[in-house]
C-alpha cells in the first residue's frame, strides 16, 4: 500500500527555554517551538524542536525519536506537550498515545530523561492522552481507560509512576481537555460536562462539583479545551460548535459553579462587555444575534417535506408514500425532495434497484442536491451488506461522498462512510484519517470506533486495536459490546494467519438507514450534521479458510509488542523472497548489515512504491522495525529514497 509524505505536527506548545546547563532568571536563550509529530502506529515517531527567530521563522533545531507510536489525530482539547521549568531544570514531556507512554525530553542535551507508563488499561489510542502537571505532579488523561494517571516528577526529567483514578462525565463521556492551578485540577468530557479535583496528596481528589455546562444543555455544543486564569479565578472553557462558543466558570470558592456562556464578536460591536469576564473581545450573546439561513420553497417542495416527515412514522407510512408518489406523479409537482425521499422507502424495503431509479430521476430535477449525492453513496453501502459483496461502483461511492463533504465538511457520518470506502479501496492511512475526523465530530458514536478498530487491524496497529476493542467490549450497547468481544478473541488468528474466526465476522448489530433531517431541503445552505445513525460495522475481512488444522486448540491471549520501533537509513542491499510471502531484506547502514525480516511482504506499509518488489537492490531506504525475531528485526515499514 501507499501512503502520502506529510508532515503531523498536530499539538504545540511555544516555550523560552534557557540554553545554559542551568535556568537564569531573566536570562536571554532562544525561544523553542515543540511539536508531539504524533505519527501514526506504524512509524516512529517524534517530537521536533523549532528555534524561533526574531522575525518569527521557524528554524528545525533537532528531532528527538521517541520510539512509540502515535496516532495522527484525537480530542482537540487535550494537550500533547507540557514544559517544566523549574529554575533548575528544563523538561519537555510528551504523550505517545498508541503506546500509552509519557516521555520526558531534557532540553540542554535533547535526549530523553525516561518513559513512563500507567497500569495496563492506561492508553489512549482512541482519542489521545492529554496532559496537565505542576512542579510535582503531571496528570496524564488516557481517554481508553477514561482514568487520569498520576506521575511524580523526578530529576533528570524523570517520571515515576503513582496510581490512576476512573472518571466519566455526567452521561458516560470521554475525558477531553484538562487544566491545572495550584491544587486544583479542571477537566472537561466530551458529552459536555465538566468536573473539578484536588490535587494537594498528589493523586485527584474530585470536589464534587461535576455538572452539564451551560451551553452543553442545547445538545449543539459542548466544553473541549480549557484553561485557568492566571490569577486563578475563573477557568475558562473553548467548546465544540459550529460558532465560537466560550463558557467562564467562576472558580474562585474552589469548586466549578454554572458556567456563563460568551460568543466572540469584533472589537467594534462591543458596548458593554460583562464586569465579571473583564475582556474586551468577548460579549454575552443576545438571542437575535444567533445566526440564521433564509431557503424559500415552492408549494410542492414544502408538501414534499411534510410527507417525508410523515414517511419517517410507521403509523403514517403508507399515506405518505402515496402523497410523494401523487407529487411526483405531475410533471409540474415534481421535485428532488420527492424523489429522495421515495428513495429512502425503497431502502427500508432493501429495494435497491428502485432505490436507484428514483435517485436518477431526482438526478435529472437537482443533480446538485447534496442529499442526493448521500443516498446514491449509501445504496452502494447498503446493498453491498446486505449481499455481504463487495461496494460496487467503489469510485463513484466516494466522488459522492466528497460531494456531501464539500458542502457540509462537519457531516459525521458520510465521512465515516467515506473511511470505511478507502479502507475497502486499500487506503488504510486515507481511512484512517477520515475515521479520526468522523470520531471528533461525533465523539458519543461508538460505531465510529468500532469501524477505527477495524481500520486498525486492516493495517496491523495491533496494540491500537486492542485498546479500542478492549473498552468497547464494556459497552452498554449489548450488540456492539458482543461484537468487540468476539473480534477481541479473534486478535491472535488475525494476527497469525490473517483471518478472523468466523463467529467474529459476523455481528447481530442492526442497521437503520440514516435519513435527513425532516427540515431539509433542496439548499446548500442547510446541514446534515442533526443526522444519527447506528452504524453496522464493515464485513471486510477475509472469509474463514478451508482449513481446519488446530481448530480444536484455542488461540494463545493476545499480547501487544511492547519491543519498541527503532529507526535505520542505509541502503537496500537485497531482498530474499524465495520462501514468499515472507521475505528478507538485507539493508546496511555504514558499518552495520541488517537482515530485517516481515511475514508478509504484501502487507508492509510501504512510501516511495506502489508496491512491495522482491528485486530491489542497492536503494537508498528508511525502515522502522522491531529489533530481534526470527532475524535481526522485524520490519514495520519501509520508505524508498
Known sequence: MRIPKSCLCLVMVLVALCDASAFVAGGTGPHYLVANDDVPPALATSLTFYTVGADGLLTIKAKVLTGRGGIAGGYFGAQRVNVLDDGKTECVYASQAAGGDIVGIVVQTLRIGNSATGSKKDTGASNGIGLAMNAHYLYASFTDANTIGTFQVKPGCKLSFVGD????????????????????????????????????????????????????????????????????????????????????????????????????????????????????????????????SLQQLSEAEGQALVAEMSLRLPEHREAGVAELESITADPKRDNVIARRALAWDHLQKREFNSAVEELGKGAELNARDPWLHYYLALVRQTKAKALSSAIEG?????????????????????????????????????????????????????????????????????????????????????????????????????????????????????????????????????????VTSSRQDEDSRPDQPSSTEDADQPPAPFQPDRRPIQHLKGTLLSVDCSHAPIALLTVSAGMRVLKLRTENYQSIMIIGADEFSCTWSNRTVAVNYRAGGKADGDLSSLELQ
Open 165 to 292: 483514578i476512573t472518571v466519566a462525565g455526567l452521561q458516560g463521556g470521554i475525558i477531553d481537555g484538562m487544566a491545572i492551578h495550584g491544587n486544583m485540577l479542571v477537566v472537561t468530557y466530551d458529552d459536555g460536562s465538566i468536573e473539578s479535583f484536588n490535587t494537594s496528596v498528589g493523586v485527584p481528589v474530585s470536589n464534587g462539583d461535576e455538572q452539564n455546562s451551560t451551553a452543553s444543555r442545547s445538545g449543539n455544543t459542548f466544553a473541549n479545551g480549557v484553561d485557568i486564569t492566571q490569577d486563578g479565578r475563573f477557568a475558562i472553557f473553548g467548546d465544540t460548535a459550529t460558532s465560537t462558543v466560550v463558557e467562564v466558570s467562576n472558580i474562585s470558592s474552589g469548586k466549578l459553579t454554572p458556567t456563563v456562556v460568551a460568543q466572540a464578536q469584533p472589537v467594534r460591536e462591543m458596548n458593554n462587555p460583562p464586569a465579571a469576564i473583564n475582556s474586551p473581545s468577548i460579549a454575552v450573546a443576545e438571542a437575535d444575534e444567533i445566526g440564521s
Open 394 to 530: 467503489l469510485p463513484n461511492m466516494m466522488q459522492d461522498l466528497r460531494l456531501v463533504l464539500d458542502w457540509s465538511p462537519e457531516f459525521a457520518e458520510a465521512r465515516a462512510m467515506l473511511a470505511m470506502a478507502q479502507l475497502e479501496g486499500g487506503g488504510i492511512n486515507a481511512a484512517m484519517e477520515s475515521m479520526r475526523v468522523a470520531i471528533r465530530l461525533s465523539p458519543r458514536n461508538q460505531m465510529y470506533l468500532l469501524d477505527m478498530a477495524q481500520i486498525y487491524m486492516a493495517g496491523k496497529h495491533w496494540e491500537a486495536a486492542t485498546a479500542l476493542l478492549e473498552r468497547l467490549k464494556n459497552s452498554p450497547d449489548q450488540p456492539l459490546a458482543k461484537s468487540a468481544h468476539e473480534q477481541l478473541e479473534g486478535l491472535p488468528m488475525l494476527k497469525k494467519y490473517g483471518v478472523m474466526p468466523q463467529s467474529a465476522t459476523k455481528t447481530d448489530i442492526a442497521s437503520a438507514i440514516p435519513s435527513p433531517p425532516a427540515h431539509s431541503s433542496t439548499s446548500t445552505s442547510a446541514s446534515p450534521s442533526s
